[in-house]
């Protein structure tokens, strides 16, 4: 008996239709799996149930994973102070990812018109969007060593000891760091292992952060750039070094 998830057979219009539709019942779906887990966590039924949190009542009851447990259940909480964004992710306007970005920005003044520019936005388009609403100020340059890669037998070591454990979780990704101040010049952070593609992130309008990790090689040659630029970039501020490079680069 064939499979109804062999769809060879489909014709090019029915497939469309069919998966046009089915994303449509998916956000339906999604508004009204946060809406349920906004009421179930607004009347603590799953106290009734034995789990401390709404988070292990998903995860271990629901089978839910943790990543998606985590963002459905802001999502449900920040949809029940503004009731507005389950009709918008039901009507795939706005996904889970755009509700927790847009979270702790939202306010009863401005709520309704945040949430209308952010209508069928990417992640991206949100992130530039904020960066236009909430502009940041420029954070300083940052050059910092990364720990060694360790191997297999380490990683192994390191998954069997609890007393180390706690330890391996922390990276400078997720450690605090202080607050940038205002004025700052801009970033070429290289930051966050195991990042493989560097990230350009949003600050304000027309100003981005750069987080990218470097080898040996990239760090000397940026370092003897800015020692023989001093004489024009006495600060040897790394964008106006890279900016100077690029525009001169055969590429």
């Not at 390191?158 to 979780?169: F, Y």
């Not at 990276?171 to 493989?196: D, N, Q, V, Y």
Request: proline fraction near 7%.
């Amino acid at each position: 008996m064939p499979s109804k998830y062999d769809l060879r057979k489909k014709g090019k219009g029915e497939l469309l239709t069919d998966l046009a539709n089915l994303v449509g019942q998916d956000c339906q779906t999604t508004a009204d799996v946060i809406a349920n887990i906004a009421e179930v966590d607004d009347r603590r039924l799953f106290l009734g149930e034995a789990y401390s949190s709404m988070f292990k009542y998903c995860v271990d009851e629901l089978n839910i994973p943790e990543g998606t447990t985590c963002r459905r259940n802001q999502a449900a909480r920040t949809a029940r102070g503004y009731p507005v964004i389950f009709e918008m992710v039901a009507a795939g306007d706005l996904h889970l990812t755009g509700v927790e970005m847009l979270a702790k920005h939202l306010t009863a003044d401005n709520h309704l018109d945040l949430l209308r520019a952010a209508k069928r936005m990417s992640k991206r388009k949100i992130q530039h969007l904020l960066a236009e609403w909430f502009p940041q100020p420029d954070v300083k340059d940052t050059i910092r060593k990364l720990p060694e890669p360790r191997s297999r037998e380490q990683a192994a070591t390191t998954s069997e000891s609890p007393a180390t454990e706690s330890v391996e979780r922390t990276t400078p990704e997720s450690a605090e760091s202080p607050a940038p101040k205002p004025g700052a010049r801009p970033i070429l952070e290289m930051t966050s292992p195991p990042a493989k593609r560097g990230t350009v992130t949003p600050l304000a309008p027309r100003r981005f952060k750069i987080e990218l990790t470097a080898d040996q090689e990239l760090h000397d040659m940026l370092r003897e750039a800015q020692a023989l630029t001093r004489h024009g970039n006495p600060s040897g501020d790394l964008a106006t070094l890279l900016k100077k490079a690029l525009r001169r680069a055969e590429i």
